[in-house]
C-alpha cells in the first residue's frame, strides 16, 4: 500500500512510507486516481527536517482512524518541498494569497485538475486556539466535494485566474545603478537592529545575503556604515545561540531577536552561504573571530553533512533523544549546570557556566541553556576554554545524534562547493579544495549523468527523477566558477558555461525575465517565478551572477546581456525590500565594479594568484595558470605572456586594461575595490 513512497530517493518520502495513509507520490497517476474515484487529492508538503510536519504526522498521519478516513474519501499525496520547489512555491502563493500567512507542513486540497480550493498548514488532532481539528477540516471537504461542488469548482477557478494574473513586472528598462544601491543602503539601515545585529525583530534569520551585500557595497564605495553592520551581525550571530559554539556551524534561526535560542536544525544552505561570508569578512576585515567562524563551518560541513560519495547532505533534524529518550527539540546542544558539572568537575564546570552563558533557570526549556558566548567574562585562559570546549564536544558525542537528511541538492551542494573552495584557498586548507571539487565531480557524474540536464536531487549515489530549477543552474553554475578560480581548472568554467546556455534556452523569457523551471517542464497550474531571495539566492538572481561571472571570463556578449536583463528586477525590488533580494544586490554591485576580470600568468597557488584571489573587487573574476595550454583553458589567458619570465598579473574592467604587474603589492592595491 503506503510502499509506493518507499521507492523515492527522499528521505522525508521515506519516513511516511510506513504509515497507514496510503500515500502517492505527486505523479499523472495520482490525479488520474483522483478523477477515477471522483475524490479530492490531499496535498501535504514538508521536509525532512520540519519539527511541525513530524509532529502532524505522529499525531494524524500515524492514527489509524484518521488514515482510513483520507484513504476512504482523498488520494494523499506527499511532497518534498526540497524535490520539488515548484510545486511547493505554486502552492505556497496560493496558501499566502488565501491566508495572509504560509509554512510547513502545508495542507492543500486539489481537484482532479490539481487546481486548490481549500488550505492550511498544520491543523492538530483536537480542535484548539480557534483552529478546527484535522479531522473536522477533512469532514469540512468531504461535505462540500459532496455538496457544493459547483461552488468547489468555482472557488478553484478563481484562485488559479488570480494567480495567472500575477505577472511579474520585472523592473521594466534599465540595470541598478549607484541610486538603487543607495536606497537598498538606505532600506537596510532602517530596518538594522542597533543593539542586536542583524534585521527585523523575531523570529531573526541569518542575513547572509544582505551581508554579502553590505561588503560588496563598502569595497566598492568605502561606506562604513556598510561595514559595520555587516560586521557587527556576524559577530553578534557569532557569539549567540544561533551558532553552535560546541561543533561549529549555525541553526536555520533565532526564535528571539538575540540571537539566544535557536530553532536547531542546521540546514547545508545556511551552512555553505554562512561560511562564505565569514570569510569575505575576514578578506575584508582580517578578523580573528570571522576567520574561525569560517573554518569552524566548513569543518562542520565536512564532518557532520558529507555523504559516502562526497556530496553534502540537506540537513540535520532539530529534535533527537534525550535522557529519557523522548524526542525533543535541541536535545544534543543544549546543558544544564548539573550536566556541566557531571562531564567537567566543580571548578571547570564554573567556568563554562560563565563562559557559555549557561544559567540555573535556562536559557531554553526545563533548565536548560543554549551555549553561547555572552562576553561578560573579562580575559578568559584561552587554553583553559579550549580544554572545556574539547570535553564538552567528547561528552555530547555520546548522546543520540539527530536525524540527517541524506538526499544531495544540486543547488545547495552548489553553495557549499563556492564557500568551500574559497575558505580553502584564503587559509591554505587544500583539503577543503579537494571536498569542494569531490563534491563538484558528484554534479558532474550523478546530478547531470548521461541526460546532459541537471538533476534536482540524488542520494545514496543514485539520481531522484525531478529535473533541476533555475536555482540548481544559477548555484551550481556559481560553485563551478568559484573552483575554476580557485584550482585553475578550465574545465569547471566549460561545465558553468553549460549549465548557462540552458539557462539562456530554457529559463529566459522575454524582456529578460525568468522562470524557475524549464520551458519543458512538467506544466503546473502556473509557471513559478520568484525573484525574492529568501533562506537561498533565487533562481532568478543566481543565475544572473553566474551569467556575469561567465561574461566576465569569457567576453560572452549573450551572457553579459541575459544578467543585465534579469537585473532589472533587483532595480525594482532593491530600494523597496533590500532585505529579500540581497544576493541580487550583491550582483548588482558586481556589475557596478565591472566586475573586474584578474588573469595571473603565473602558478596556481602563487603569490600572484593568492592576492588576487584576496582582492575585495566585488565580483572580480580570477584565472590562473601558466604555459602555453593556459589559454585554452581560460580566455582571459589568451594572449597574456610573463614580463621578464616573472609571474603577472592582468587587471582589466569595462574593456580597459592597467598596465600588467608582477608586484602582488600592486596587484592588491588594483583590487582593492
Not at 571539487?437 to 546530478?447: F, G, M, P, S
Request: net charge negative; proline share 5%.
Amino acid at each position: 500500500m503506503a510502499n509506493r513512497l518507499a521507492q523515492t530517493t527522499s528521505p522525508y518520502l521515506l519516513q511516511h512510507a510506513d504509515n497507514p495513509v496510503d500515500w502517492w507520490p505527486w505523479s499523472p497517476e495520482a490525479f488520474e486516481e483522483a478523477r477515477k474515484r471522483d475524490v479530492p487529492v490531499l496535498l501535504s508538503v514538508g521536509y525532512a527536517s520540519c519539527h511541525w510536519c513530524h509532529v502532524m504526522a505522529h499525531e494524524s498521519f500515524e492514527d489509524e482512524t484518521v488514515a482510513a478516513y483520507l484513504n476512504a474519501h482523498f488520494v494523499p499525496v506527499k511532497v518534498d518541498r526540497e524535490e520539488r520547489p515548484d510545486v511547493d512555491a505554486v502552492y505556497m502563493e496560493a496558501v499566502q494569497a488565501a491566508t495572509g500567512h504560509g509554512g510547513w507542513p502545508m495542507t492543500v486540497f486539489l481537484t482532479a485538475d490539481a487546481e486548490p480550493f481549500y488550505f492550511g498548514t498544520y491543523f492538530p488532532p483536537e480542535a484548539r486556539h480557534g483552529s478546527p481539528s484535522f479531522q473536522q477540516v477533512l469532514e469540512g471537504v468531504v461535505a462540500a466535494w459532496t455538496d457544493r461542488r459547483e461552488e468547489v469548482a468555482e472557488v478553484a477557478g478563481r484562485i488559479v485566474a488570480d494567480l495567472a494574473g500575477r505577472s511579474l513586472v520585472h523592473g521594466g528598462d534599465g540595470v541598478p545603478g549607484e541610486q538603487e544601491t543607495a536606497q537598498a543602503l538606505l532600506g537596510l539601515t532602517r530596518e538594522y537592529d542597533e543593539q542586536h545585529g542583524g534585521f527585523g525583530g523575531a523570529p531573526k534569520f541569518p542575513p547572509s545575503m544582505a551581508v554579502e551585500f553590505l561588503l560588496r557595497h563598502y569595497a566598492r564605495t568605502g561606506s562604513e556604515g556598510a561595514l559595520q553592520m555587516a560586521a557587527d551581525t556576524c559577530s553578534a550571530m557569532a557569539r549567540g545561540g544561533i551558532y553552535d559554539q560546541l561543533g561549529g556551524g549555525f541553526a536555520r534561526y533565532s526564535v528571539d531577536r538575540e540571537w539566544v535560542v535557536p530553532h536547531f536544525e542546521k540546514m547545508l544552505y545556511d551552512n555553505a552561504l554562512l561560511c562564505r561570508v565569514y570569510a569575505h569578512l575576514w578578506r575584508t576585515t582580517g578578523s580573528d573571530e570571522a576567520r574561525r567562524i569560517a573554518l569552524e563551518t566548513a569543518d562542520f560541513m565536512v564532518r557532520e553533512l558529507r555523504t559516502a560519495e562526497g556530496g553534502f547532505a540537506s540537513a540535520l533534524d532539530a529534535d533527537s533523544e534525550d535522557a529519557d529518550g523522548r524526542h525533543v527539540e535541541g536535545a544534543f546542544y543544549v546543558w544544564t549546570p548539573g550536566q556541566l558539572r557531571e562531564v567537567l568537575g566543580e571548578e571547570d564546570a564554573a567556568f563554562a557556566a560563565a563562559y557559555f552563558g549557561v544559567t540555573e533557570e535556562g536559557t531554553f526549556e526545563e533548565g536548560s541553556s543554549v551555549l553561547r558566548l555572552p562576553g561578560d567574562t573579562g580575559p578568559v585562559d584561552a587554553a583553559r576554554v579550549a580544554d572545556v570546549r574539547a570535553r564538552l564536544l567528547a561528552a555530547r558525542e555520546e548522546r543520540p545524534r539527530p536525524g540527517r537528511d541524506d538526499k544531495v541538492v544540486a543547488a545547495w551542494n552548489g553553495l557549499a562547493i563556492a564557500a568551500l573552495a574559497e575558505t580553502g584557498a584564503y587559509f591554505d586548507r587544500p583539503d577543503l579544495v579537494e571536498r569542494a571539487t569531490e563534491a563538484a565531480d558528484l554534479l558532474v557524474r550523478v546530478h547531470l549523468g548521461e541526460v546532459a540536464r541537471l538533476t534536482r536531487t540524488s542520494k545514496d549515489g543514485r539520481a531522484g527523477d525531478n529535473a533541476g530549477v533555475l536555482e540548481d543552474y544559477g548555484d551550481v553554475a556559481e560553485g563551478f566558477l568559484a573552483l575554476a578560480a580557485v584550482t585553475g581548472e578550465g574545465a569547471w568554467l566549460e561545465f558553468a558555461g553549460f549549465l548557462l546556455d540552458i539557462v539562456l534556452e530554457q529559463f529566459t523569457g522575454e524582456g529578460g525575465q525568468l522562470y524557475d523551471t524549464a520551458h519543458d517542464a512538467e506544466q503546473l497550474i502556473r509557471r513559478p517565478q520568484d525573484p525574492t531571495d529568501s533562506a537561498t539566492p533565487s533562481g532568478w538572481t543566481a543565475a544572473a551572477g553566474a551569467l556575469l561571472s561567465y561574461a566576465a571570463y569569457t567576453g560572452s556578449e549573450a551572457h553579459r546581456t541575459a544578467a543585465e536583463g534579469a537585473l532589472g528586477v533587483v532595480k525594482a525590488l532593491g530600494p523597496r525590500v533590500p532585505r529579500f533580494v540581497g544576493w541580487g544586490l550583491a550582483v548588482a554591485e558586481a556589475l557596478l565594479d565591472g566586475p573586474r576580470e584578474v588573469a595571473v600568468a603565473g602558478p596556481v597557488g602563487g603569490e600572484l594568484h593568492r592576492t588576487a584571489l584576496l582582492g575585495r573587487a566585488p565580483g572580480a573574476v580570477v584565472a590562473a595558470g601558466e604555459g602555453p595550454g593556459a589559454g585554452a583553458e581560460f580566455p582571459l589567458l589568451v594572449d597574456r605572456p610573463q614580463l621578464g619570465g616573472e609571474p603577472t598579473a592582468y587587471v582589466c574592467r569595462h574593456f580597459v586594461c592597467d598596465a600588467p604587474t608582477t608586484d602582488a603589492g600592486e596587484l592588491a592595491a588594483k583590487l582593492g575595490g
